[in-house]
Structures are given as C-alpha cells and as structure tokens.
C-alpha cells in the first residue's frame, strides 16, 4: 500500500528535482534540453529532433523496452544505491550460490526473497504502465487539465517510488541473509573489489 508519507515524499522530490525522473532518462528523455535549443535557435533547421520516431510509441513516454522490463519487474538500475554499496541483491547471489558457499538454508531464503520481490515489482510496474497509458491518452484525446494532471503525477510518481523502494528494500534483506565474507567474496565476484564504481543494472 502505498501511503500518505510516501506520496508526500514523491512529490517533495518531484518539486526539487522537476519532471525528470530515472523512469524518463531509460525513455531517452535527457536530450530534452539540446534538443529545444537546437529546434528554437533555428528557424531553418530542418534535421530529425531528438524524438523523431517516438510519436509512435504506444505510450508515448515509454519505450517498448520500458514497458517490457516493468512488466517483468526488472531491475532497471533501480538498485544501484543498494548494489553498489555492497548490499548484493537476490538474483546474482543465487548465480554466485556455489562460489558464495551457500548454506541451504541461505539458498532457500535466498530463492523464496527473489520470488516474492518479482511477483511485488511485477505487479507496481503492470500498474505504471497502465497509468502511463491513461496519462498519454488522456493527452491524444485532449481531455485533460491541470487538476487532473496533477492527480495522475502523482499517482505515477508515487508508483515510481514504489517500485525503487521494493528493489531496494530486497538487498536490504538479501544482504541480511548473508555474512560479512560472503558480502566481500560477492563484491570480488560481481567485479567490484574495494570500489563501488563498477556500472551494473539490477
């Protein structure tokens, strides 16, 4: 459930941070600014803008990449904050189980935290993708305004928030799960060594 603290919180981050959000940067959306200088600085400019091809898009905010790792409850680089910090999620310990030495019971626990996490994101990033779809067909209809607009926001950024705090909130527990050695041999083994620099996605 998502509550009053976290929807509060969303939109606090959304005032300080503005409409971009790690959702829109996997949608391409980073070249915004380049490309309005370069479309309003010439009048006689001619070539392809920087989304030029995206109006076809089902969901015109979303890739079709987008929609299929948010149906999928993948990671997105949502975690990094976690996985980068040595806090070693679910997915690539049960990869690493052997070299990790493993108990059972760790593996068990291990399995059944990474198949509650996925059915958790997968059914969050079902729900954006629909409000994302009601938000881009509210616009193509032109039956949208301002309250209304505002109320959708929140309802996506408060989605958005739900969906990073579940995948960080499962390294909190997988790291949990592990000892001290085995966080260190993962960090050796997932190439991070002693800095947390290494780019990887979740």
């Given at each position: 459930?998502?509550?009053s603290s976290t929807l509060r919180l969303v939109v606090l981050g959304a005032s300080l941070a503005g409409s971009a ?182």
């Open positions: 459930m998502i509550t959000t790690v959702f829109a940067q996997h949608s391409g959306h980073a070249g915004h600014g380049q490309s309005a200088q370069q479309s309003h600085g010439s009048a006689s400019a001619s070539a392809p803008t920087h989304y030029a091809g995206q109006q076809q898009r089902a969901i015109k905010a979303l890739s079709d990449k987008d929609v299929q790792d948010l149906m999928e409850g993948k990671g997105m680089g949502l975690a990094l904050a976690a996985e980068l910090n040595s806090y070693p999620g679910p997915m690539h310990v049960l990869e690493n189980a052997q070299a990790l030495g493993l108990s059972d019971t760790q593996r068990s626990s291990t399995a059944q935290l990474m198949s509650t996490h996925k059915e958790e994101v997968r059914t969050l990033g079902r729900q954006l993708v629909e409000v994302e779809r009601e938000l881009d067909q509210a616009f193509a209809s032109r039956q949208i305004d301002s309250p209304s607009l505002t109320a959708r926001m929140q309802r996506i950024g408060a989605l958005q928030a739900a969906i990073r705090d579940a995948h960080l909130q499962t390294h909190l527990r997988q790291t949990a799960l592990l000892t001290a050695a085995q966080v260190a041999q993962y960090n050796q083994l997932r190439g991070y060594g002693t800095s947390a620099a290494a780019s990887h996605k979740h």
